[in-house]
């Protein structure tokens, strides 16, 4: 019973990080053959396309008119938001990256969120001092622009194999514990002792307020007894860091020291940093065509704006993440040590991606973006 | 308690694939330069293709980024040969993604067909502040001209390549009753037929071809 049951596990295990590596467009993107893979139109795929163009035309026209026509600034304001919103369907911007981080920690929407706002807001600001000290200061060629954008790249994916290095690290301590636990468990429950099969994940995520390290805490927390089952740490702060994960929840938002804290914000850095460091190559071109226009002043607010509107894709993105999350770990919050074994397995594997992620980028198998090829 | 197990591997799956579905969900598609490309294959007496020759004109975003920096006598026009060194960075830097010019020779995709660029420019139209990549892409050896089809696409989308709206492609010196056919993958018709005789076949113009982006070109000689 418990050898099938666990075969059973490790079968179900793989399907579903196989399903989640499969259906991502990081690794589909790479084709049958391991070669690149010409996009499919057609579909929400091929609107976002075709919308995608429309706008981006616009945009450069309504530039263009904004040197004899003031009001024209609106109107590159209102096609910069939305040109925004669709742009950041595409890939890169962070999404991939911020909604695994995301999926692998325990993050409230709210930070999702926020971190979706602030990393894109650096993006922005990463094109605006690109363009300004480069274009504008130096005169910069695109060749030496496009090269500055590849420092800063390598750099960036560096930063994010690191940030999965990280995670797999402690996310892989926290699925083979539970993995070793769950033997233990099993073995207590064959001799009749099935009441202590409690599940620890519930308790998981409240170690960081309890003591600040998740990491440290994942390991205090295995070395605990499966039978000694602290009540009062895990109830106290349950309900309420539950509710807050989903945003129609009403209850109290986060506490101050659990977003600036050490185990808050100074988690989430790391994410902002390698993911907000890359320039958007679409701002950089806006940028330039702007201040060849003699309106430069126009594309800084053009970036910002449109920057406000890749925050929002990608904070739609980051939310979806958390709530599927949130999802998962409902469902898995039945008294069986199974269910706890499969979140960990997944955040292990959203561990597994966000490092994935960072090589292939690295390595170049996966483009994001190309600049300085003309 | 199978019966409740069950329910978690139901839910844990969907919230999975709920997410997986909202990474993936929108578009791959990415670009951030239009092309607008005609071009000439140009064909020996014989009746064999020796080459392709290019002109892609860049969208005025792109004309602008690619120009920065450069230094021209006069503002906002650049010569021939004020722009020779961005040329050659150009043909130097689409040595690495083959050109984005794909040929199949006798239904076969041949991945090494062209040699290096020969002829190559960058002109710049002051009027709309547009940069036009010319460059012509010689076979290795002729290829025989009864079939022969030329793809133009960028794998990764980064540059989507459109047909001109006119003429898009011209036979230079190609022997009598030879078809043409353009595949644009932004037509709503999605095959338009440019034929320089009547006798073509169209049936057989639109078989088994994946790329989805790609511009196609077909050429039928007798």
Known sequence: MTGAARIRLAVWAVLIITITLGAHPAWSQLGPFGGPRPPAIGGVAGWVLAEQAVFYRALSGSIRLAKSDGSALWTLMGISFVYGIFHAAGPGHGKAVISSYLFANDETWRRGVTLSFVSAVMQSLTAILIVGVGAVLLGATAKLMGDTVKDIEIVSY????????????VKGYGFFGALNKLGTDSASRAAGLERHAHNDTNCHHHHDRDHAHGFRCDKVHHADDVSQHDDRHCHDHHDGEELDVLPWGHAHGPEPEE???????????????????RPCSGAIIVLVFALAQGLFWAGVASTFVMGLGTAITVGTIATLAVSAKALAKRVAHKPTGYGGLVVRGVEFGAAGLVFAFGILLLTGYMASERMGLF | MHHIRARHWIGILLSLLAYAGVTTGAAEAHPHVWVTMTTELLYAPDGSVTGVRHAWTFDDMFSAYATMGIPAATKGHFTREELRPLAQVNVDSLKEYAYFTYAWINGRREKKAFNDPVDYWLDYDPGKTVLTLHFTLPFKAPVPGKQLRIEVYDPEFFIDFQFADQNPVKLVGAPALCAVWTDKPHDDNFLTAQSLNRSFIPSEANVGMGMSFANKIMVQCP
């Open chain 1, 158 to 169: 560096g930063l994010i194999v690191l940030l999965g290095a990280r995670l797999l690290w």
């Open chain 1, 259 to 277: 977003l600036a804290g050490p185990g808050g914000w100074h988690r989430g850095l790391s994410a902002l940093v390698a993911v907000g460091l």
